[in-house]
């Protein structure tokens, strides 16, 4: 009785398991910023993105607003640039740019 008891806990924990673990691979990996802008930098360059500073000019350009915050952020689809832009408006928004290609991709998720 105890031997059947202490199989079937050890069974429903192997499911509880493998069940958490498959909830862990879907969700796929975490999107990760940089918070130093040096380690940003060598990023940059070794993956061929685009600068900031490129951006920028594109911005002014394009009279598409004021760069006023920006962050590079890993996300499983590649490198993104999280903008806050100050618009011509003077409203504020918050965009994603492909660093690689420097196109906008979608609006942020509000919460960062």
């Given at each position: 009785?105890?031997?059947t008891?202490?199989?079937?806990?050890?069974?429903?924990?192997?499911?509880?398991?493998?069940?958490?673990?498959?909830?862990?691979?879907?969700a796929?990996?975490?999107?990760?910023?940089?918070?130093?802008?040096?380690?940003?930098?060598?990023?940059v360059?070794?993956?061929?993105?685009?600068?900031v500073?490129h951006l920028?000019?594109?911005?002014?350009?394009?009279k598409?607003?004021?760069?006023v915050?920006?962050?590079?952020?890993?996300e499983p689809?590649?490198?993104?640039?999280?903008?806050?832009?100050?618009?011509?408006n003077?409203r504020?928004?918050?965009?994603?740019y492909?660093?690689?290609?420097g196109?906008?991709?979608?609006?942020?998720?509000?919460g960062r």
């Amino acid at each position: 009785m105890k031997t059947t008891l202490m199989a079937w806990l050890a069974g429903a924990l192997v499911l509880v398991l493998a069940a958490a673990a498959a909830v862990s691979a879907e969700a796929g990996p975490a999107t990760s910023c940089f918070s130093d802008w040096s380690a940003a930098a060598s990023v940059v360059d070794e993956e061929k993105l685009v600068t900031v500073e490129h951006l920028s000019r594109q911005f002014q350009r394009q009279k598409l607003g004021e760069i006023v915050k920006t962050e590079l952020c890993r996300e499983p689809s590649g490198y993104v640039y999280r903008l806050v832009v100050r618009t011509p408006n003077g409203r504020f928004k918050t965009t994603l740019y492909d660093a690689r290609r420097g196109i906008e991709i979608g609006v942020a998720e509000t919460g960062r």
